[in-house]
Nanobody, 117 residues
Framework: QVQLVESGGGLVQPGGSLRLSCVVS????????MGWYRQAPGKQRELVAT???????IYVDSVKGRFTISRDNAKNTVYLQMNSLKPEDTAVYYC???????????WGQGTQVTVSS
């Protein structure tokens, strides 16, 4: 059974930083493109960053230059370093394959990120 466990969220002031982690078990994900998604209250889930199996990264414009996605295939872990956080980054953050069907559409519980003074 595929499991995704996100961690590292919290409450941070504008301009602060957080590092999110996601451990994937039950499936070897080294061949998959992985991504971080986020869902703010009342909004649809959006994909904000991806990292291919070769390490190529892509970001949505709103986080470009502030977020960095990376992966450690030996640990089945994906990371998201978030700097210069803004209130509009407030959301529940999830990791998954791109597309999620590669991991059978399983989702973890997510990790809450709140940016507020």
């Amino acid at each position: 059974q595929v499991q995704l466990v996100e961690s590292g969220g919290g409450l941070v002031q504008p301009g602060g930083s957080l590092r999110l982690s996601c451990v994937v078990s039950g499936r070897i994900f080294s061949a998959y493109t992985m991504g971080w998604y986020r869902q703010a209250p009342g909004k649809q889930r959006e994909l904000v960053a991806t990292v291919s199996s070769e390490g190529t990264t892509i970001y949505v414009d709103s986080v470009k230059g502030r977020f960095t996605i990376s992966r450690d295939n030996a640990k089945n872990t994906v990371y998201l370093q978030m700097n210069s956080l803004k209130p509009e980054d407030t959301a529940v953050y999830y990791c998954n394959a791109v597309p999620p069907v590669l991991l059978r559409n399983n989702w973890g519980q997510g990790t809450q990120v709140t940016v507020s003074s």
